[in-house]
């Protein structure tokens, strides 16, 4: 049996008389990668940051490792083993890469003063490993300075610092290039083959079936649907999924409906 | 005959291992990361050759340097705290008010017959609860820290009228006191303040840059959203700046109450607009997420001094003013030229 590492119950998210989400239950087992598929406006980002912390569900429960817990923050969550990479991955440009890295996680003695050796040898670590090959930069470098993927790469790099259990990627190759979505890519399955787990969020659902093992489909702030990766055969497949929840009005020819169907529905 | 063509990566790899950032080299780093400081050092200094040009005698004599070394200890307890507020994205105008309220506490507590250490004390908690308060009320209460804190400029020093209907305390006993001898006297010919001064800037120092505080302070001014999305409790980094204000204030009004021997209803007044310009002259830009405290230090030397400057180089006292605007724009455009902002 696999481990339940977080686990939301109908959790909702009301703005006003607008409900962003309205009763998700969702759940990331131990070891797994789960693509968090939807159209704009769906509740994706929200859910995340509900997840991240830096939202407060109107209603709902959140379990980690079994267990319900109370006054969830952004502190809590990252307590918890929770890194998130948001979409706009939450730097701080005028700072170094350092200071972006280690973000609400500065090591230090318990003055609260810095360890900044240790923190920039650490860093510099990080940077190699998430693949700075050019050597203009230090870790010393404004991260003002840098391109996108780069950006990118520092927010990688502060998720990865921390062992996490779970890591949420909301959008991680929007605006990535190839040879930068391949990155994102590596990294995903390095995590993976670690034990640990991720929350892929993504428009572009061909990257989302190379990599995750469950799929999670979004419409108007629920759950529409959640199927596992061997149920489904191609990318196609579960674009055509998507559209059937996104317009269940279009009858489609497709032969294969009814099967997709039951397949569907058993999850 | 050299076979080696540009693109044989034998040879490029193993000159690539030693190549370095220019930034790696120590006194390289030293001038990118203090460029905003030396540039109100050179500014210090090319004003301070003007001077001299102008009057040689009376610059090269050490009672004028003496005179201002008296004075500057207080701008900078103030300047040093307002480059943290300026960073961390607000800006706080109730300190002259902080600095009289908390010198207030210093005054009545001595004139009670208390050790002034006790005094001292009185007047920190004073200035920290009421920088505690204000940033609370801009904080909490969503408030433009501008208005807000000019709001409670006007609101401290109408209470400490009210409350002294305009009389001054004369606090005599002062001088026989360790402390004054501790934090008033002179040291080997050198007001004893500087010393006092240069202390808190170098731990202010450290606390802007190598202390979480400081750390959180530059994260929250320059992204407070990512701030909170990686856990940094926003609110509280704000409060806290607010707070060191207020402990800033307090101490400066404790120096300048000591140097007087008196304690002003008026006291801290003269100082607001000389000190905010010391912040920007120093070469914290005003958008938040950077600044330089000894920039500040150096910010608040320069303002301070200008006017002893032009006295002593023997304009008269009406060009003061107009000095002081000039600095104030000339450092500014310097500042401009010597910073990039990242978006």
Same mark, same amino acid.
């Given at each position: 049996?696999?481990?339940?590492?977080?686990?939301?119950?109908?959790?909702?998210?009301?703005?006003?008389?607008?409900?962003?989400?309205?009763?998700?239950?969702?759940?990331?087992?131990?070891?797994?990668?789960?693509?968090?598929?939807?159209?704009?406006?769906?509740?994706?980002?929200?859910?995340?940051?509900?997840?991240?912390?830096?939202?407060?569900?109107?209603?709902?429960?959140?379990?980690?490792?079994?267990?319900?817990?109370?006054?969830?923050?952004?502190?809590?969550?990252?307590?918890?083993?929770?890194?998130?990479?948001?979409?706009?991955?939450?730097?701080?440009?005028?700072?170094?890469?350092?200071?972006?890295?280690?973000?609400?996680?500065?090591?230090?003695?318990?003055?609260?003063?810095?360890?900044?050796?240790?923190?920039?040898?650490?860093?510099?670590?990080?940077?190699?490993?998430?693949?700075?090959?050019?050597?203009?930069?230090?870790?010393?470098?404004?991260?003002?300075?840098?391109?996108?993927?780069?950006?990118?790469?520092?927010?990688?790099?502060?998720?990865?610092?921390?062992?996490?259990?779970?890591?949420?990627?909301?959008?991680?190759?929007?605006?990535?290039?190839?040879?930068?979505?391949?990155?994102?890519?590596?990294?995903?399955?390095?995590?993976?083959?670690?034990?640990?787990?991720?929350?892929?969020?993504?428009?572009?659902?061909?990257?989302?079936?190379?990599?995750?093992?469950?799929?999670?489909?979004?419409?108007?702030?629920?759950?529409?649907?959640?199927?596992?990766?061997?149920?489904?055969?191609?990318?196609?497949?579960?674009?055509?999924?998507?559209?059937?929840?996104?317009?269940?009005?279009?009858?489609?020819?497709?032969?294969?409906?009814?099967?997709?169907?039951?397949?569907?529905?058993?999850? | 005959?050299?076979?080696?063509?540009?693109?044989?990566?034998?040879?490029?790899?193993?000159?690539?291992?030693?190549?370095?950032?220019?930034?790696?080299?120590?006194?390289?780093?030293?001038?990118?990361?203090?460029?905003?400081?030396?540039?109100?050092?050179?500014?210090?200094?090319?004003?301070?050759?003007?001077?001299?040009?102008?009057?040689?005698?009376?610059?090269?004599?050490?009672?004028?340097?003496?005179?201002?070394?008296?004075?500057?200890?207080?701008?900078?307890?103030?300047?040093?705290?307002?480059?943290?507020?300026?960073?961390?994205?607000?800006?706080?105008?109730?300190?002259?008010?902080?600095?009289?309220?908390?010198?207030?506490?210093?005054?009545?507590?001595?004139?009670?017959?208390?050790?002034?250490?006790?005094?001292?004390?009185?007047?920190?908690?004073?200035?920290?609860?009421?920088?505690?308060?204000?940033?609370?009320?801009?904080?909490?209460?969503?408030?433009?820290?501008?208005?807000?804190?000019?709001?409670?400029?006007?609101?401290?020093?109408?209470?400490?009228?009210?409350?002294?209907?305009?009389?001054?305390?004369?606090?005599?006993?002062?001088?026989?006191?360790?402390?004054?001898?501790?934090?008033?006297?002179?040291?080997?010919?050198?007001?004893?303040?500087?010393?006092?001064?240069?202390?808190?800037?170098?731990?202010?120092?450290?606390?802007?840059?190598?202390?979480?505080?400081?750390?959180?302070?530059?994260?929250?001014?320059?992204?407070?959203?990512?701030?909170?999305?990686?856990?940094?409790?926003?609110?509280?980094?704000? @409060? #806290?700046?607010?707070?060191?204000?207020? +402990? /800033? !204030?307090?101490?400066?009004?404790?120096?300048? &109450?000591? $140097?007087?021997?008196?304690?002003?209803?008026?006291?801290?007044?003269?100082?607001?607009?000389?000190?905010?310009?010391?912040?920007?002259?120093?070469?914290?830009?005003?958008?938040?997420? @950077? #600044?330089?405290?000894?920039?500040?230090? +150096? /910010? !608040?030397?320069?303002?301070?001094?200008?006017? &002893?400057? $032009?006295?002593?180089?023997?304009?008269?006292?009406?060009?003061?003013?107009?000095?002081?605007?000039?600095?104030?724009?000339?450092?500014?455009?310097?500042?401009?030229?010597?910073?990039?902002?990242?978006?």
């Amino acid at each position: 049996m696999t481990e339940r590492l977080i686990e939301l119950r109908d959790i909702t998210k009301s703005y006003g008389n607008v409900y962003a989400l309205g009763g998700v239950n969702l759940h990331v087992d131990k070891g797994e990668v789960v693509g968090l598929l939807g159209d704009n406006g769906a509740g994706k980002s929200t859910l995340i940051k509900i997840l991240a912390g830096a939202v407060k569900p109107t209603d709902g429960e959140i379990l980690v490792r079994g267990k319900s817990v109370t006054g969830w923050n952004a502190a809590r969550s990252r307590e918890a083993g929770i890194e998130t990479v948001f979409q706009d991955r939450a730097l701080a440009v005028q700072q170094s890469i350092v200071r972006n890295i280690f973000m609400g996680n500065e090591q230090g003695n318990r003055l609260g003063f810095l360890n900044l050796k240790h923190e920039i040898a650490e860093a510099g670590r990080l940077m190699r490993e998430i693949g700075f090959t050019s050597k203009v930069f230090t870790p010393n470098s404004i991260v003002g300075q840098l391109s996108g993927g780069e950006r990118q790469g520092v927010a990688i790099a502060r998720a990865i610092y921390k062992q996490a259990d779970l890591i949420i990627l909301d959008e991680p190759t929007t605006a990535l290039s190839l040879t930068e979505t391949a990155k994102v890519f590596h990294f995903v399955r390095q995590v993976r083959a670690s034990g640990r787990s991720i929350l892929f969020i993504g428009h572009n659902i061909h990257h989302v079936y190379d990599i995750a093992d469950r799929f999670v489909v979004m419409d108007r702030g629920k759950v529409a649907m959640q199927i596992s990766r061997d149920k489904v055969k191609t990318a196609e497949e579960l674009i055509w999924f998507m559209e059937q929840i996104a317009h269940p009005e279009h009858k489609s020819q497709n032969a294969k409906e009814p099967a997709l169907k039951r397949k569907a529905g058993k999850l | 005959m050299d076979q080696r063509s540009p693109t044989q990566s034998s040879t490029s790899a193993a000159s690539a291992e030693t190549w370095s950032h220019p930034s790696d080299q120590p006194w390289r780093r030293f001038l990118l990361t203090n460029r905003a400081a030396l540039g109100s050092l050179a500014v210090f200094l090319a004003m301070l050759l003007m001077f001299t040009i102008a009057n040689p005698v009376v610059f090269t004599n050490w009672t004028l340097y003496a005179s201002v070394l008296t004075t500057l200890p207080v701008a900078i307890f103030l300047t040093v705290p307002l480059v943290f507020i300026v960073t961390v994205g607000e800006i706080d105008l109730s300190f002259p008010a902080t600095m009289g309220c908390a010198a207030w506490a210093f005054a009545l507590v001595v004139q009670a017959g208390y050790d002034p250490i006790i005094g001292i004390a009185a007047a920190l908690v004073t200035g920290a609860i009421l920088g505690w308060f204000v940033g609370c009320l801009v904080v909490k209460g969503n408030l433009s820290s501008l208005i807000a804190t000019l709001g409670m400029n006007f609101v401290l020093r109408g209470i400490i009228l009210i409350f002294t209907e305009g009389k001054s305390i004369s606090l005599p006993s002062l001088s026989d006191s360790w402390v004054f001898q501790l934090f008033s006297s002179e040291l080997y010919g050198v007001p004893v303040q500087i010393y006092w001064a240069i202390a808190f800037t170098i731990f202010s120092m450290f606390l802007y840059t190598r202390h979480r505080f400081g750390v959180h302070i530059h994260i929250v001014g320059d992204n407070p959203d990512s701030a909170a999305q990686m856990g940094i409790n926003v609110n509280r980094v704000r @409060i #806290g700046a607010f707070i060191f204000v207020g +402990i /800033g !204030a307090a101490i400066a009004g404790v120096f300048s &109450t000591m $140097i007087n021997f008196t304690w002003w209803p008026t006291s801290g007044d003269g100082y607001l607009l000389p000190v905010l310009a010391s912040v920007f002259v120093g070469g914290t830009p005003t958008w938040g997420g @950077i #600044g330089t405290v000894l920039g500040g230090a +150096i /910010g !608040a030397l320069t303002v301070s001094f200008i006017q &002893t400057g $032009i006295v002593g180089a023997g304009l008269s006292g009406f060009y003061v003013q107009f000095f002081n605007g000039l600095i104030i724009i000339l450092s500014l455009l310097g500042h401009r030229w010597n910073q990039i902002r990242y978006r």
